[in-house]
């Protein structure tokens, strides 16, 4: 048998004419993942967060091994979205979950400007004298009085009640007896007091729940009489009107 005469090619071994072969194509990196990094790590705006969990989302199915690159992108944003989503929880659960949490504030929000001749719990002074309404319950106003007249109601002193969300009508009461009656012992005059001859006790007109959560903590200690028997004042002299009384 003749022997081909020539060049060839091994068998099984195609020759190549065109040159070596092109080499793989390179995938961009994904846009989507991108953006839900750059949105998870500017999770401080609250309004980027649910954009960059749905393109995290996205963007994990585009990448991956085989995929285009990306993925960890994908993740860190989607880590950073979850990061800022907790912290946002926890911040509205702190300030929300609480509904009788009072907000402090300067006395004169929790008051209306009480009508000419009248005086409200943020307006009223010791030293002072008026008619308390006969009415059970609250009053947000009472109308004020000359003291050398005839009149229901005097002011002793006040104090301010300790900060804090709303203690209750009892606990309020309670703290008002403790204060007023140290207040009554500095600056009524018994003598005057027992002159009068009236049936009179001591009591106090301090804010209600609505004033309370608005920032008003004044209580006025008072001598009151039910019948409007007291005529004069019944302060020492030189009685301490200082607001609050020390």
């Known amino acids: 048998m003749n022997e081909p005469r020539g060049p060839y090619a091994p068998i099984g071994v195609p020759a190549s004419p065109y040159g070596p072969p092109y080499p793989p194509r390179q995938h961009k990196t994904s846009g989507l993942a991108i953006a839900a990094l750059v949105l998870g790590l500017v999770g401080c ?54 509904p009788v949490h009072y907000t ?5 929000s929790g008051c209306a400007t009480p009508s000419p001749g009248y005086a409200n719990v943020c307006t009223l002074k010791p030293g002072e004298c008026f008619e308390q309404p006969a009415v059970n319950g609250t009053y947000t106003s009472v109308e004020l009085t000359a003291c050398g007249g005839t009149h229901s109601t005097e002011v002793i002193g006040t104090f301010t009640a300790p900060d804090g969300p709303w203690p209750g009508e ?3 009461k309670a703290e008002a007896l403790t204060q007023c009656e140290r207040i009554m012992a500095k600056n009524v005059d018994r003598s005057r007091l027992d002159a009068v001859g ?44 200082s607001i609050p009384t020390g």
């Open 104 to 108: 402090a504030s300067p006395p004169s």
């Open 45 to 98: 705006l609250p309004l980027a967060l649910l954009p960059a969990i749905i393109l995290g989302i996205v963007a994990l199915t585009q990448t991956g091994p085989g995929k285009r690159p990306g993925r960890g992108l994908a993740i860190g944003g989607l880590a950073a979205a979850g990061v800022w989503t907790v912290g946002w929880v926890a911040l509205l659960g702190n300030t929300m979950a609480d």
């Open 170 to 172: 009892e606990k309020l």
């Open 198 to 241: 009236a049936d009179a006790y001591l009591s106090y007109a301090g804010p209600e729940r609505v004033g309370w959560e608005r920032g008003v903590r004044t209580v006025h200690c008072t001598i009151h009489s039910p019948g409007s028997q007291l005529t004069g004042s019944v302060l020492a002299a030189g009685a301490d009107l």
